[in-house]
């Protein structure tokens, strides 16, 4: 990996679903270390679709995706997963959490598949610890199962698991969606401090506006008007 590439790069990417679909297009989309990048969109526009891209579950059909400076699209799946693991920090719509596992193993396990992130992390459960309670976690509630926590908690393990070890990139897919406005403002702000102190650059996708303020900068998806195909 080279230190100075950036954190993400997407030129000429174009993907679709079927052949029916109207393509998803990305002609350019540099993201430098550290930069703070919204993807606004109504639903349906291919958002969580341009994720998936960029997180190597998807493959373009043509263009290219680096990942802190590697080539997502000349790499095997295997391969991809094992940039993904080090290189960059999830925070699903869903959380994707492990219900029966605690809060703390949840975080640690975004260090397992990840040496350089470990590395980057000695002692490991402090740092989760410390990474939970700076996101707002009380303390009592680190050790407890996440399938048990509110949804707000569960989102503070989900960004704590996203971002342990500083990972060069974050990208979050509607992460505040299940806040109320005030919860939102003061999840956000937590997430962006966290992540300038590491260093990491954030793509967060969205719908709504009101988000904006907490970026760089501000990028628009087209509305993804499918062909008319109304029979199933
Ligand atoms: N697994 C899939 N198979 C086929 N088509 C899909 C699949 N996932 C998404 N699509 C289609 O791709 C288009 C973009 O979907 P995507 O989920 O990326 O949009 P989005 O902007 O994230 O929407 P939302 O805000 O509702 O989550 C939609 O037309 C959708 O039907």
């Not at 605690?102 to 002692?123: C, E």
């Not at 969205?206 to 993804?224: N, T, Y």
Request: overall charge neutral.
């Amino acid at each position: 990996m080279s230190s100075s590439a950036p954190a993400l790069s997407l030129s000429n990417v174009v993907f679709s679903w079927d052949r029916h679909a109207h393509p998803i297009q990305i002609p350019n989309l540099v993201l430098d270390r550290g930069e703070k990048v919204l993807v606004l969109g109504p639903s349906g526009s291919g958002k969580s679709t341009m994720l998936g891209l960029v997180y190597g579950t998807l493959v373009p059909h043509s263009g290219r995706v680096t990942v802190a400076g590697q080539d997502m699209t000349a790499l095997s799946a295997r391969r991809r997963d094992g940039v993904r693991a080090e290189h960059v920090g999830v925070i699903f719509q869903q959380f994707n959490l492990i219900p029966h596992a605690s809060a703390l193993d949840n975080v640690l396990l975004a260090l397992r598949f990840a040496p350089q992130r470990r590395k980057r992390t000695p002692d490991a459960e402090d740092a989760a610890r410390n990474m939970l309670a700076d996101l707002g976690l009380p303390e009592t509630d680190a050790c407890r199962s996440a399938g048990q926590l509110s949804v707000g908690q569960q989102q503070r393990v989900a960004a704590a698991r996203a971002l342990i070890g500083s990972p060069e990139l974050l990208v979050a897919d509607e992460p505040t969606s299940s806040l109320d406005r005030a919860n939102q403002n003061r999840f956000m702000d937590l997430v962006l401090s966290q992540a300038q102190q590491q260093g990491s650059s954030i793509l967060l996708v969205s719908h709504d506006e009101r988000l904006a303020k907490h970026f760089d900068r501000v990028i628009e998806m087209g509305s993804g008007q499918s062909e008319d195909h109304m029979s199933c």
